[in-house]
C-alpha cells in the first residue's frame, strides 16, 4: 500500500508550462513503477507517461512525447511531471500512480495505487 498526493495544477495559457508533483508515502518508494494519466471531462482516464524504479527508464503517450518530462527523486520519494507547450487538450484531471513491479505498463487496471488527481486546465 502506497499513499499518494497531487500538486501543481492549474489554469494556464496555451504555450505555458507546468509541473505536476506528486510525493508518495511509501517507505519503499524505489520498489515502484511510477505513472502519470489523465482525464479529460467526460472520457476515459489514458496514460501519459511511466517511469522506471531508478528512473532510467521512461515511456510516454504519443500525444505529449516531445513536450511532457518524467522524472523522480527517490530521496524525496516524489515523481514529477514537467509539462511544456500546454494545449487546451491537455486540459484534465492529471492522476499520479504506483504499481509493484518493473515492467512500465500503460494500462489503468495495470497500477493498484492512485493520487486523488490535481486539475490542469489549459485556455486557448
Known amino acids: 500500500q502506497v499513499q499518494l498526493r497531487e500538486s501543481g495544477g492549474g489554469l494556464v495559457q496555451a504555450g505555458a508550462s507546468l509541473r505536476l508533483s506528486c510525493a508518495a508515502s511509501?517507505?519503499?518508494?524505489?520498489?515502484?513503477?511510477m505513472g502519470w494519466f489523465r482525464q479529460a471531462s467526460g472520457k476515459e482516464r489514458e496514460f501519459v507517461a511511466a517511469?522506471?524504479?531508478?528512473?532510467?527508464?521512461?515511456d510516454y503517450a504519443d500525444s505529449v512525447k516531445g513536450r511532457f518530462t518524467i522524472s523522480r527523486d527517490n530521496a524525496k520519494s516524489t515523481v514529477y511531471l514537467q509539462m511544456s507547450s500546454l494545449k487546451p487538450e491537455d486540459t484534465a484531471v492529471y492522476y499520479c500512480?504506483?504499481?509493484?513491479?518493473?515492467?512500465?505498463?500503460?494500462?489503468?487496471?495495470?497500477?493498484?495505487?492512485w493520487g486523488q488527481g490535481t486539475q490542469v486546465t489549459v485556455s486557448s
Open positions: 517511469i522506471s524504479r531508478q528512473g532510467i527508464t521512461t
Open positions: 500512480a504506483a504499481r509493484s513491479g518493473v515492467r512500465l505498463r500503460k494500462l489503468v487496471n495495470e497500477y493498484g495505487a
Open positions: 511509501a517507505r519503499a518508494f524505489t520498489s515502484y513503477v
